[in-house]
């Protein structure tokens, strides 16, 4: 039975009345009475009309992308506390590429922004449609004067139940979840607390972070690599610290070349930008040591390669305004890796900013961080995940944060040797496998390869949401 919520121990549902448990039932139940001589207006006409016709809904017809027919722009009005849906409400914008309501759905309940170009390596294998949701408080997501308490992971996975509740009423075939990193740990999410909303979910290279400063990571990323990687790192890292004087304008002008601005101090962001320069070179593996700078290249050559590997323009303030969410989740309850630069001590000598004044937090914001969330998802994970699939890079810092399945879960767990944050099924040694697990999940045969499909999605749109990755380290 779909939509059935979990009955295991949830330490943030003890204080809700059975009174008020049951209304938002009462409620979508009085939402789907129709007229008993016809059918209901979401089960007639075009599409476009029948998703204009769901409790909501506000669907625009945009170009359609990666081979798919039809597409739309949706706004779906939420309630901001879920537990009082007749409370303030925000709207939460969506994409859904859309071939036929027979056919499967893939959902991508993004842990960040989403676009009309997102899309899923899964619906390509599938040949499924996609729906693609921003995350609630990210841009297009974020209610006016946004109340940061109602930003968690029980009040997500409540916007995300209640857009499969409303959708399969039109798109009754298989559901199968999905998302990368941020996206993949979104999407085990809600599986937790509405296990039964989809049939199968699998989460790309998604960490569970025990704490603020989840110390597994450091060993873990200090044997990423070669040994010659990572001394051509930490000489590079060094290089510019020791050149930080006559390297700052470039690295200030960077900005103002790519459209961008930063107004925070700029000698605290290039260090943090050099410091994180070794985690995002093995998150991304896209470098062989022979790109790296030396001294003798030009100031302009090194600060672009930095720019390159860290993604500098994700800490302009444009971007950091994105990243808002992203930051308070990391700081009351998802977590941040532990992570010190004891080759680099002895160049620091900035301060770093603080986070409220990065992110423009009232200042006198406490975070308080939720210590029993992950624990209480990881226990469910390995004892009750059934029809999970999790899929991780060998080389990405980020997989120090694997889930460990020890339990009686039917779940699968793939560590592809040699590969980085952007791992996909088709790079796998055991394609084969995944493919018979979550055939078996879905009820349908997946062989590997087969025929040419009308649905083709490129790797750079078909794990993120996003054109790019937008995940940084460390967060601000």
Known sequence: MRHAQSTAFSPFRLWMS??????PVLLLLAQGCTDATGPAPWDRGDILDRLNALPGVVAVEIQPHYGYPRAFQLDITQPVDHDRPNGATFTQRAYLSHIADSVPMVFAPSGYGTTPESGQELAEILQANCLSVTHRYFPEARPRNPDWQYLDIWQAAQDHHRIVTLFERIYDGKWVSTGASKGGKTAVFHRRFFPADVDATVAYVAPFLLSPEDARFEPWLRTRGTVEEREAIYAFQRMLLERKDQLLPFYGAWFGENALTYSLPLASAFEGSVISYEWNFFQRHRFGIEEIPGPEASEEAMIEHLAQVVRLHYQSDLWRDYFKAYVYQVLTETGSPKYEPYHLYDLLEEQGVDVRVAYDFPLDMDFVYRWESIPDVLQWAATEGDGILYIYGEIDPWTAGAVELGGPADALKILQAGADHGVRISELDEEGLVL??????LGMALPPGGASPSIQ???????????EDPTLFPPW
Not at 457 to 467: D, H, I, K, N, S
């Open 436 to 441: 018979q697990r979550l055939g078996a999940w």
């Open 18 to 23: 059975p009174v008020r448990a049951l209304f």
């Open 457 to 467: 999605v490129p790797a750079e749109a078909a794990l993120f949401g996003t054109p």
